[in-house]
């Protein structure tokens, strides 16, 4: 099993990085928009109180911004592969439904840390051009509430990718990718704006990704700013991959009729 | 003894009964073309036979095992190379044999060594370091039956192995497809009648989901009094499939 499990995974993981889209998209993207924001930030007066884009606030933001494109990326993946003949293929030799869920989630999980590794890195840099205080310890802890929230994503993809042809899915993840970036408070603050978007938000995971990553960057250990948000964001991710898991074994039931 | 067993096999989608009673037996190492128009249910029988559909009625059995309530043994037992290319199309030739050595469980190092033999035994030697989607149709779909050999199967089935090649790349995989015969037991579908004859030890004809004919060409020739697959085909087809 593990043999089957760690084929697929290797070829799913090939098969992402390389497409140069996946660079483009799950890197490229949020490290220029690691560097605008923090030319917004450096344009914003201080007297304006605005902290928003401060680097400690807007890595944690941008590591979840990523994310939300490796979920395009494994819905994309799933759903292609289910569009054509070789999932069939596969269905037809001794994988099994849990061979497949492994083995899109676990090369997409490898991906989502290296993406994060390298964000918070580059973060760093930043911090040291700009001069402002990012802690190492911070960015460190940082990858805790990083793993929960990428499960989310990647359990996300994978329940958009099985359920939907891949047409529809990158459109379905690009409304998630947007409504995620603006009720997770990634491009503002969210407990300033209050009223029934702060009670959507936090209705939703997404508040929660942002919260965790950004009280852990900025070594906020207290229950309500990271443990709390945290545990949330871990049932989410739990509850996503199972109910993920759920429906690709449906799919493949369906499919096998 | 029978590497494919078929009782009374049928499969209905709704009202539309897509293959209807199929009795069947192929022995091993036998290579059996299932040959009818499109629609016949020529892949509907493919698709029972590799476990992919569960029939309606009826039951089959591959190596002595059900396809029913056997599916895993009878998967570890079979090779598929569907209608359409199944490839992973960002990996190279050797890459998706060896991934696919490996989900037949084979040890890295070995699946190493299976990979290169079966690039060897399919002529894929040029083509081994390119990647899948940048191959022809010809080249793809050979790695395609590469792809289903590598598992050693002791039955293939093989879907319309030629649909939409030109004449050469045709004859090429016939070629190919003949250098099998004898290592295993092949089931291949196909609507073209040149191919089944030229391949083919024995020809089963289906109309309308149903069986009409199955036998050497010679035989079924004399059954039907016409000379040439094409002309057996029509009177069968004439025959409203009652022969």
Request: charged share 20%; glycine share 8%; net charge neutral.
């Amino acid at each position: 099993m593990m043999r089957r499990i760690g084929a697929f995974a290797q070829r799913n993981a090939q098969e992402i990085l390389r497409d140069a889209l996946s660079y483009i998209f799950c890197l490229g993207f949020p490290l220029v928009m690691l560097v605008i924001m923090t030319l917004v930030d450096q344009s914003i007066p201080p007297e304006a109180g605005m902290t928003i884009f401060r680097i400690d606030n807007l890595s944690g933001g941008i590591a979840i911004f990523g994310q939300m494109f490796v979920m395009l990326f494994t819905a994309i993946s799933v759903a292609r592969d289910r569009s054509g003949a070789f999932l069939l293929r596969l269905f037809s030799s001794p994988m099994t439904p849990m061979d497949f869920i492994l083995g899109y989630m676990l090369p997409m999980l490898v991906i989502a840390l290296l993406q994060a590794g390298l964000l918070l890195v580059f973060s760093l840099g930043v911090s040291l051009l700009t001069g402002t205080a990012l802690s190492l310890g911070g960015v460190l802890l940082s990858v805790l509430p990083l793993t929960p929230s990428a499960v989310f994503f990647i359990g996300l993809g994978l329940l958009f990718g099985t359920l939907c042809n891949d047409k529809a899915a990158p459109g379905l993840c690009s409304i998630i990718i947007s409504l995620g970036a603006f009720l997770g408070s990634i491009w503002f603050d969210a407990q300033t704006t209050g009223g029934v978007l702060l009670d959507i938000s936090r209705c939703l995971p997404f508040l929660y990704c942002t919260a965790s990553v950004r009280a852990a960057m900025q070594l906020r250990l207290t229950w309500e700013a990271l443990w709390l948000p945290l545990l949330i964001v871990t049932c989410s991710a739990a509850l996503t991959a199972l109910l993920a898991a759920v429906a690709f074994r449906w799919r493949m039931r369906a499919e096998l009729a | 003894m029978n590497a494919i067993e078929i009782r009374g096999l049928t499969k209905r989608f709704g009202e539309k009964t897509a293959v209807n009673s199929l009795d069947l037996q192929v022995p091993a190492g036998e290579m059996l073309a299932l040959l009818g128009v499109n629609g016949a249910g020529k892949t509907t029988t493919i698709r029972m036979l590799s476990c992919l559909s569960v029939p309606t009625a009826g039951e089959c059995f591959v190596c002595g095992h059900s396809c029913r309530t056997e599916p895993t043994e009878v998967k570890r037992r079979i090779g598929l190379s569907p209608q359409e290319t199944a490839v992973a199309e960002n990996l190279t030739v050797r890459e998706n044999l060896l991934f696919m050595a490996q989900v037949y469980g084979l040890e890295r190092a070995e699946a190493v060594r299976r990979a290169e033999e079966t690039i060897i035994l399919m002529g894929l030697e040029e083509v081994a370091k390119s990647r899948a989607k940048t191959l022809s149709g010809g080249w793809k779909r050979r790695l395609s039956i590469a792809m289903a050999l590598i598992g050693r199967p002791e039955v293939i089935f093989l879907d319309e192995p030629t649909l939409g090649l030109d004449v050469l790349a045709r004859r090429d995989m016939w070629r190919v497809i003949r250098s099998l015969k004898g290592r295993m037991t092949i089931l291949l579908t196909t609507h073209y009648m040149e191919e089944a004859e030229a391949l083919a030890d024995r020809i089963a004809v289906m109309l309308n989901g149903r069986l009409v004919a199955v036998g050497p060409l010679a035989e079924l020739e004399e059954k039907t009094g016409r000379k040439g697959l094409e002309e057996v085909f029509v009177a069968l087809a004439e025959g409203g499939g009652d022969q």
